[in-house]
């Protein structure tokens, strides 16, 4: 790598890695790391649990000034990437080019706006902050989209004694992350906490009614709400790429060492790389990858020479109303339940042919894991089931 040293683009949990990784890999040249939030790197998962609700909670940091100062990483806050050239080796600011020997792209995703009267997204410390000011006056809440971060704002509201609507265009909330089966079950947890699920339902328009809003639904009801909170997806924040010649579709687009050119990598959400466990490309948006995903692009942008393939069994966990939901893998249209959704554990098993593809567990915090290494081992879904049924004995 040349004097220019190392660019990271994105200081939320990728960006911090990456560059905290460069530096345990034992590079000791330049470390820039460039945020577009004021804030030091912090930790997201909290803003839709404890911190949305209790406005004692310090914001979740995840490193201090003085700790990036310690491994000599200089830190740019409050100043989002405007552009990159890939010919000149910079990346822009502004009116400012910072030169770059390698590149690590760890812009993340933006929340997907939902015009009308007073909605509220959560993706960033700001968005949680927003919310939380408005809790103590909340009775009536509309959460537009029953994805996980929905669900999590819903089980905060529900603690508070609000009443919550979600409302979901598709026939069922998370049916790409779980699948059809899996999703009904799911849902099955809003209905039993008090959660009014509105399904298969678009909305067509959030006007002003007084200190609150009026919800128009495609069904040709209306809701009145205190709070509108829209959860329908994010984008990867890939704009500030357009015409530098990095390759984007859905996300920046990276071969199996996370490279997307030459030394220029990508991790986290914003990446789209070729999984070879899977054998398909995937962008994952969840923590534990986007912690392995950065640290393995820093490993590959500081030594090139060196560079390995990235692979990885999609891991994500969410709380609902007092319960552990972990998923491990990907869905597959063959699912084998172990339990009874209505109790308060169970499991469903993912197969593709006879290899084991993904699990699913509710309260089972201890064995999921152990199915995310029989991913791994690709093992075939017979042995990982002979485990299954072996503990529900």
Known sequence: MDKAGL?????????????????????????????????????????????????????????????????DIDVRLGEAATGLSTEDREVLIGGTAVPFGSLIIATGGAAIPLPGHG????????DARAIRARLATTSRAVIVGGGFIGAEIATALRERGAAVTIV??????????????MAAALAGLH????????????VRAIT????GSKVALSDGGVLDADLVIAGIGARPSVGWLEGSGVPLGDGVLCDRTLCAAPGIYAAGDVARWHNPLFETTMR????????????????NAVAPGKATPFSAVPYFWSDWYGKRIQMVGVAADDVDLFGDPEDESWLALYRSGDRLVGALAVNQPGRIMKYRAHITRRSSWRDAADLAKAVAR
């Open 7 to 71: 660019v990271v683009v994105g200081a939320s949990l990728a960006g911090l890695r990456a560059a905290t990784a460069a530096r345990r890999a034992g590079y000791d040249g330049p470390v820039t790391l460039i945020g577009a939030e004021p804030h030091l790197p912090y930790d997201r998962p909290p803003l839709s649990k404890a911190f949305l609700t209790d406005p004692d909670r310090t914001p979740p940091t995840l490193a201090s000034a003085e700790a990036l100062a310690d491994l």
């Open 119 to 126: 909605v509220h997204t959560l993706r960033t410390l700001d």
């Open 168 to 181: 979901e265009a598709a026939e069922v909330p998370l049916v790409r992350a779980v699948g059809p089966r």
């Open 191 to 202: 209905a039993r906490n008090g959660v009014d699920l509105r399904l298969s339902t678009a």
């Open 208 to 211: 002003p009614d007084g200190a």
């Open 284 to 299: 994952l948006e969840n923590w534990t990858s986007a912690s392995a995903q950065a640290e393995a692009a820093a490993r």
